[in-house]
């Protein structure tokens, strides 16, 4: 029924991932580092960007085609039942609690299962429509796991690498997942996996030895059912110098300006985050409250202002956290809030990235503070666009991904709320010679390390027709 490809690194660039972000009508594409780095490479390579339309159709549609040139975009429909399933169900109350170390947040349902498979099939057939011989695919995130395994299945041997956006937790942790095991041999199928960090990639391969589904061959490579694949850390950067610019020239931004004028003398804290619990909303403002519960003289000389777009609303931990984060946020403004003074600064919104960069830039305190994360590029943002003669200070929760590189910002443990109030404290006192000195160390982490750089790096890796027999691939 399919062809049955050659491998090889020289063809186009297939993109997959769950949302696709097609541009507009007139060509201009989305906003966002990663997006502005896969199109990049797209651009230069030519190829095609496969995913979900975020559309849903009971019927099965034919597959949408954007056309731009050399580069393309193909989405597909799918049902309301496999959305349920597939995105909701398993990929959003299984796979991520589970990745972000919260089994007690973990929904495990057979259908829900079964369905995550069997979109991951029909996503499979739908791609192998588009393929030709010699096309690289990568593969992004969570979502998609499974698909290598459906086009090895349908005889595809092109290269296909995966990078996971999301943490892999230990064996103990990411064994409690349905289907687990076919959920990690789905991994082997790939010739290149991406985690962003060595503590991910360590127990990513401590699960292979576990379940003795696969053995090391040296160098990053690992052999499993006669087939050889290599696994890497490769921590995501964002558009550093673009990101200082954009801070730089927000000064006339009026979102930004209408922040200044309301703050008065005080300084600014700032949070960022989609409305997840990995990020530890909650008990970042419990944090700030106990600060200014221990440090009386600290009350109304700081604003802490947390800006947080809602997120995966149908899902019901969502739901049920929104309401927890609102009302630490009430009760601290109740408690410690003045007729002329408001602690907690909370908005649902999202804001332009020329925006966020002056508020960033505004903000004395940047407070990232995730339970787990990935990455976190929030973290990232928040250090390029600091003035580089007054700038502020990175709290920084250990158990985010960013906290491998970004060392010299003051490290937390998030789950403990008296030390991190202490810390919201030390960066407010911190003198200007020790906030210069750590900047610039982790300034010179994100000249080094740009989303461009990232992506560059896993292709070249993904590119190498034998990338487990060369010695300069990263790990
Ligand atoms: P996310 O969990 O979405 O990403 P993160 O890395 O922090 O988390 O990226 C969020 C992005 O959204 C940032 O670029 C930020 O600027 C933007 N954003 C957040 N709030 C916003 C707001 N109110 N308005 C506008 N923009 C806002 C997943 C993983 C991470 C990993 C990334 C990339 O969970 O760990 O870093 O993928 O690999």
Known sequence: ?????????EGRLVVVSNRVPVPSASGSPAAGGLAVALNAALQQRGGFWFGWSGKVSEEETPLEVHDFGHVSYAVTDLSQRDIDEYYAGFANRALWPVCHY???????????????????EFFARRLATLLKPDD??????????????????MGFENRIGFFLHIPWAPYDVSSALPAYQTVLSGMTRYDVIGFQTRRDLENFTRCLEQENMAREVGGGCWEADGRTFRVGAFPIGIETDLFRQEAREAKSNSLVRRMRASMEDRHLIIGVDRLDYSKG???????????????????????????TPKSRSEVPEYIRMQHEVAEQAGWTNGKFGDVDWTPVRYINK???RTSLAGLYRTARVGMVTPLR??????AKEYVASQRGTDPGVLVLSRFAGAAAELDSALLVNPYDTEATANAI????????????????????????????????????VLAQERACLSSDAAE
């Open 281 to 307: 909303i909650r008990q970042r403002i419990a944090a700030f409250s106990c600060m200014l519960e221990r440090f009386p003289q600290m009350r109304n000389r700081v604003t802490f202002l947390q800006i």
């Open 1 to 9: 029924l399919f062809p049955k490809p050659k491998s090889g690194g």
């Open 373 to 378: 994360d990935g990455m976190n590029l929030v």
């Open 350 to 352: 999202a804001v332009s």
């Open 425 to 460: 404290v030390r960066a407010l006192e911190m003198s200007l010679e020790e906030r210069k000195e750590r900047w610039r160390a982790m300034m010179d982490k994100l000249r080094a390390n740009t989303v461009d750089h990232w992506c560059a790096s896993f292709l070249s």
């Open 136 to 153: 690289v695919i990568w593969v992004h995130d969570y979502h998609f796991i499974p698909l290598a395994a459906y086009l090895r299945q």
């Open 102 to 120: 919260r089994l007690d947040l973990t929904e495990i349902s057979a259908n829900d299962t079964a369905g995550y498979f069997r979109v991951n």
